[in-house]
């Protein structure tokens, strides 16, 4: 039998299968030595794609609730500081609004995280990717936007500004591309957002598209790409392949 502290150290671990964890320590509460290390690689390369998914749905739920884990930050940075083992790879903007790790309830080692305006891919960042699955074994590819976008909105408006201009270019593709009746602007909240949503959707194909390593990976079931947009309103991160 598994000992409790493989089964409790970790409420990333813990919604893998309610029932199979209820089934092995009974009534034991959840949470006594939980959240005091991060993940190990045993533990990482026993989820599969979906289960990951599973849990940063389920984070996020509990950061709707306000019922986050109680991390205990110290202990996951002293278990990580000799290797880190994280299950997932995010590309998000860099929203102050939309913390990535805190939205979805994540802990230290857990997760990659790539933040650029506008969760647009460049070959860098597939780079990235590409380390940290092919090399450090993570699982889960999840491209996240979120509504009211700044970037989104600079790039319906077309704005002009140093560097911005060139970076804002890699998401005018996704206004052309979005399927709108009503008025198309950066005025216009619903449509700021299907420019979102459709731009989460172009960067994911664009990864696929650049990327055979990634590709390869995807094809044998070792990974998933997976696409989310994330509600500042409602707090909600709203999953979509
Ligand atoms: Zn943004």
């Not at 026993?46 to 202990?75: C, W």
């Not at 913390?99 to 309830?105: K, S, V, Y």
């Not at 500004?161 to 005018?172: M, P, Q």
Request: aromatic residues 6%; neutral net charge; glycine residues 8%.
């Amino acid at each position: 039998m598994r000992s409790s502290n493989h089964l409790n150290r970790r409420h990333f671990l813990e919604m893998t299968s309610i029932a199979a964890v209820s089934c092995a320590v009974g009534m034991m509460p959840v949470g006594n030595l939980a959240y005091g290390a991060a993940l190990t690689k045993a533990q990482r390369d026993n989820l599969t794609p979906d289960e990951i998914v599973a849990h940063m749905k389920n984070g996020n739920q509990r950061f709707r609730l306000g019922k986050e884990s109680p991390h205990d930050y110290l202990a996951q940075q002293k278990t990580s500081a000799k290797g880190q083992y994280p299950a997932a790879v995010i590309l998000s903007c860099i929203d102050s609004r939309a913390p990535a790790e805190t939205i979805m309830d994540l802990g230290i080692g857990d997760t990659f995280n790539v933040r650029v305006a506008g969760n647009v891919a460049n070959d860098d960042i597939i780079g990235s990717m590409e380390f940290g699955c092919k090399v450090a074994g993570a699982k889960v590819i999840l491209v996240m936007g979120h509504t009211a976008c700044g970037a989104i909105k600079g790039a319906i408006d077309n704005v002009q500004l140093g560097n911005l201009t060139a970076l804002l270019s890699k998401i005018r593709p996704a206004v052309s591309a979005t399927e709108y009746r009503g008025e198309r602007s950066a005025k216009n909240y619903d449509f700021v957002d299907a420019v979102a949503r459709k731009n989460v959707e172009l960067t994911m194909e664009t990864i696929h598209r650049r990327s055979a390593v990634l590709e390869d990976l995807e094809s044998s079931g070792a990974i998933k790409i997976v696409g989310a947009m994330y509600n500042l309103e409602t707090g909600q991160v709203e999953f979509f392949s």
